[in-house]
Nanobody, 125 residues
């Protein structure tokens, strides 16, 4: 089992930046990848970014490419999502998820087995 705890959300003006953190614990050595997803009010949860846990392969949604960066600390405990040039469309609850399934792509939400509680990001215009 894996535990995930997100932090770093908040209120920011359009054009600003935030860095989200996802602290992991438990049996992370078996993980294939860790991803960030977001869910806005009235919408389905959508893929944002992900990276392999034991490698450097990264994936990004088209809507965040060039603005968001996913990174992991060397101790393989915390994964970060650096978000720059934020817009009101980025307003959502952001979740990190753990994927143990070695099949499928980073953006397949159904392949993520564990989730954090989420952190709210609000971007004002």
């Amino acid at each position: 089992q894996v535990q995930l705890v997100e932090s770093g959300g908040g209120l920011v003006q359009a054009g600003g930046s935030l860095r989200l953190s996802c602290r992991t614990s438990g049996r992370t050595f078996s993980m294939h990848s860790l991803g960030w997803f977001r869910q806005a009010i009235g919408k389905e949860r959508e893929f944002v970014a992900a990276m392999d846990w034991h490698g450097e392969t990264r994936s990004y949604a088209d809507s965040v490419k060039g603005r968001f960066t996913i990174a992991r600390d060397n101790a393989k405990i915390t994964v970060y999502l650096q978000m720059n040039n934020l817009s009101p469309e980025d307003t959502a609850v952001y979740y990190c998820g753990a994927k143990f399934d070695y099949d499928g792509d980073h953006n397949e939400i159904r392949r993520y087995a564990y989730w954090g509680q989420g952190t709210q990001v609000t971007v004002s215009s």
